[in-house]
């Protein structure tokens, strides 16, 4: 899992040196404002997230275990293997099409 390098502190407090033809000081200092913004946004959206896992974790052990109702797969399960198969058919066509058409083509050049 991924780590936090930066809070918003570290994001406010950090200092750029002034070069001779270097960025504009209060552009950068905007642009980190915003990006001290996004990131108050993402810390709250994580933190409202975790909370749901939590909920839900404690929920899912609350609740009785219900049947798991059964379906009948088997229509769906041969539409796609038809599809599929009807897909590689096609694409099995298209390629001795095309080696039909640029081989010749190759040859002639």
Known sequence: MATIKFTTKDIYEQDFKIGFRGY????????????????DAY?????????????????????????????????????????SATNFDILRRLNRLEKEVFGKQIAQD
């Not at 109702?69 to 769906?76: L, R, W």
């Open 24 to 39: 504009d000081q209060d552009e950068v200092n905007d642009f980190l404002d915003q990006i001290m913004k996004d990131y």
């Open 43 to 83: 810390e709250a959206i994580i933190k409202e997230l975790k909370g749901e896992i939590t909920r839900l974790k404690a929920q899912a052990v609350n609740a009785p275990k219900a049947a798991v109702p059964v379906t009948d797969n088997t229509e769906t399960l041969r539409t796609e293997r038809s599809s």
